[in-house]
């Protein structure tokens, strides 16, 4: 059983979604600015005081995938874990309270 929604938003709604997604992407570039500059400071850090060994990979690598994961939420590369499902996972989930409180009642 599928759920199927359709939901209208009025202008001031578009709005506040639209200015959410701008505060998303400004949080992406923050986290991706501070990833550059911070694992930047590492490098030289790692490279400077023991370029026989070196640990400035580590931070790079799991940042990094973080960086990598925050961008795929923020860019929607994968659209079934977007808004649209986060609106019909919440739909189903208030149905089903629903249902609950029914059947007790």
Request: hydrophobic content about 40%; overall charge negative.
């Amino acid at each position: 059983m599928g759920v199927v929604m359709e939901i209208n938003y009025d202008e001031d709604d578009k709005y506040h979604l639209a200015k959410k997604k701008v505060e998303d992407i400004k949080g992406f570039y923050g986290n991706l600015i501070s990833y550059i500059s911070v694992n930047i400071f590492l490098i030289c850090i790692n490279l400077y005081t023991s370029p026989d060994h070196l640990w400035f990979y580590w931070p790079l690598i799991w940042w990094g995938l973080g960086v990598v994961f925050h961008g795929l939420k923020v860019f929607e590369v994968f659209p079934g874990f977007g808004k649209d499902w986060e609106e019909r996972k919440i739909k189903e989930l208030m149905d089903k309270e629903n249902e609950n409180k029914n059947k007790w009642q």
